[in-house]
């Protein structure tokens, strides 16, 4: 019963945007983020829990494997895709999780029309892929609270120092 609780919660962008429908006639504010959330870690669980937050029900766009090893190079993505949309899935402020396979989410972003677009660290609202998008249709954009000291590549980096010492 929970494993199909949490393998409901994946989506395909058709899917999805029904499910957006079903939300927006309840009244639901809709909130978006993406990123590739490779290896799930203690910043990315803070950032989530805001972004949850901000709306109704949060909706995480997943970077494709293929994505990922063109903006983060050829060792990554760490686990497969599988693992990392059932990882996210998992986690109970996420409603929904979906895959892109473009370099940006825009197109999906146009596509299911979210109320809220959320990024983390540096990114101005300006600057966040989609805010066009959303600003135009009377929502919100907002950059959260970047978590210092918690990265991916820097727990890749740590994996391949530790493995050196080994060899």
């Not at 972004?51 to 766009?61: F, P, S």
Request: proline share 2%; with cysteine.
């Amino acid at each position: 019963m929970k494993w199909k609780a949490i393998s409901s919660k994946i989506h395909d962008w058709e899917s999805l945007r029904e499910l957006r429908q079903t939300w927006k006639i309840t009244g639901n504010q809709v909130v978006f983020t993406n990123g590739c959330f490779d290896i799930l870690h203690y910043g990315h669980i803070q950032y989530l829990a805001q972004a949850a937050e901000q709306g109704d029900r949060l909706i995480v766009a997943m970077n494709s494997a293929r994505s990922i090893s063109a903006l983060k190079g050829p060792n990554r993505p760490i686990h497969a895709d599988e693992t990392r949309f059932h990882l996210m899935a998992a986690l109970q402020f996420v409603d929904a999780v979906v895959e892109f396979d473009q370099d940006t989410p825009y197109e999906l972003i146009q596509f299911i029309q979210p109320d809220v677009l959320v990024k983390g660290g540096d990114w101005k609202a300006d600057q966040i892929v989609g805010s066009d998008i959303v600003l135009r249709a009377g929502g919100t954009v907002k950059s959260l609270k970047f978590v210092d000291g918690y990265s991916t590549t820097s727990i890749e980096q740590k994996i391949i120092k530790s493995a050196q010492k080994h060899d």
